[in-house]
């Protein structure tokens, strides 16, 4: 149903022994939303990430994708149901060109008297087509991937994932190593997946960023949401003391 939430987290929680990195996590994200997710380093942002998308199993808590409760036992399964995690370093094979990467494990063959053919041309034809489509400019799809700048291949990447159907993507800290411009297209193909109805989690200490790119901003500080709300309805102002916890530091003393 529309109205139902991509991604919903219901009181998520991970122990790692006696540490425990997520104390009860909720919060949802829409189809075509982009959600920033903030806070300090070990927050747990990335260990939530890795539960979404199937490199953990939280504690306790629930999962909903498209309002099914899910646990996925591996980042395959998270991937065959529209969940993709991007990183900073990109899972493309350098030493081959863009169609290739596109369509490695999915290449389109054809028969010819029991010999299977790749079929080259139309799959670099689906390749241009797909990029063209989210505005990407690459000189040749036959470029091999090394010689391609960072922010081309983080487009390949997106773009692949929208290709094949993809219906969340997290980006964990996709602009850190990459310069103004290459920052300002990425976060120009954000705003174009999510247009598409794809949901998007971005990670990021950049909260410019956030604030160019989100519709909503949640703040994780010591494993719990401190903060969730409308990146209309707030300022960086609002959310720093969010993330570094003065904010209850304050109230606590007024208390």
């Given at each position: 149903m529309a109205d139902t939430p991509l991604l919903q987290l219901e009181e998520i929680t991970k122990n790692f022994g006696a540490i425990q990195a997520l104390r009860g996590i909720s919060f949802s994200i829409g189809r075509g939303e982009v959600?920033?997710?903030?806070?300090?380093?070990?927050?747990?942002?990335?260990?939530?990430?890795?539960?979404?998308s199937g490199g953990l199993e939280q504690s306790s808590g629930r999962i909903l994708f498209e309002g099914v409760e899910r646990k996925f036992?591996?980042?395959?399964?998270?991937?065959?149901?529209?969940?993709?995690?991007?990183?900073?370093?990109?899972?493309?094979?350098?030493?081959?060109?863009?169609?290739?990467?596109?369509?490695m494990g999915r290449e389109i063959?054809?028969?010819w008297f029991g010999i299977p053919i790749l079929q080259e041309a139309e799959m670099e034809a689906a390749v241009a087509k797909t990029m063209a489509n989210a505005g990407t400019r690459i000189p040749s799809l036959r470029t091999n991937v090394e010689h391609l700048s960072g922010g081309q291949r983080q487009a390949i990447e997106l773009n692949r994932f929208v290709h094949w159907g993809g219906k969340l993507v997290l980006l964990d800290e996709p602009f850190a190593a990459l310069g103004v411009e290459q920052t300002r297209r990425g976060l120009e193909m954000v705003k174009r997946i999510a247009a598409q109805g794809i949901g998007v989690v971005i990670i990021t200490h950049i909260m410019a960023q956030a604030f160019q790119v989100a519709d909503r901003i949640v703040v994780i500080?010591?494993?719990?949401?401190a903060g969730d709300v409308k990146r209309t309805a707030t300022s960086p102002d609002e959310v720093v003391p969010m993330i570094t916890g003065e904010a209850l530091q304050g109230q606590a003393q007024q208390a």
């Open positions: 959600v920033a997710l903030l806070g300090d380093n070990g927050a747990g942002k990335s260990t939530l990430v890795k539960i979404i036992a591996s980042p395959a399964e998270a991937k065959a149901a529209g969940i993709e995690t991007v990183y900073q370093d990109l899972s493309l094979c350098t030493n081959v060109d863009v169609v290739a990467n596109f369509f063959v054809k028969k500080r010591h494993g719990v949401v």
